[in-house]
């Protein structure tokens, strides 16, 4: 009475795929998981979102500027 084999699950797989078809079960696996984001992002407060726009660029990262030669005055 333990847990289930592996042709059990392959058994039961089979039966979700021909109940509800394979275009089915993708568009479920896209709607959860852009809900999931959706949550996420709803769970992210204001101050964590200005917080990540503030944080200065790390090691690595391209930094757009303007290079002027110094000029000495002797």
Do not use: C, Y
Not at 10 to 15: E, K, R
Not at 18 to 43: C, E, P, Q, W, Y
Not at 48 to 67: F, R, W
């Amino acid at each position: 009475m333990g847990s289930f084999s592996m042709w059990h699950w392959l058994i039961v797989l089979l039966v979700v795929v021909l109940i509800f078809g394979t275009k089915k079960l993708r568009n479920l696996g896209t709607d959860l998981g852009s809900a999931v984001k959706g949550f996420k992002d709803g769970m992210k407060t204001d101050e964590d979102k200005s917080m990540k726009s503030e944080i200065p660029p790390s090691a690595g990262q391209t930094i757009e500027g303007e290079v002027r030669k110094e000029t000495t005055k002797t």
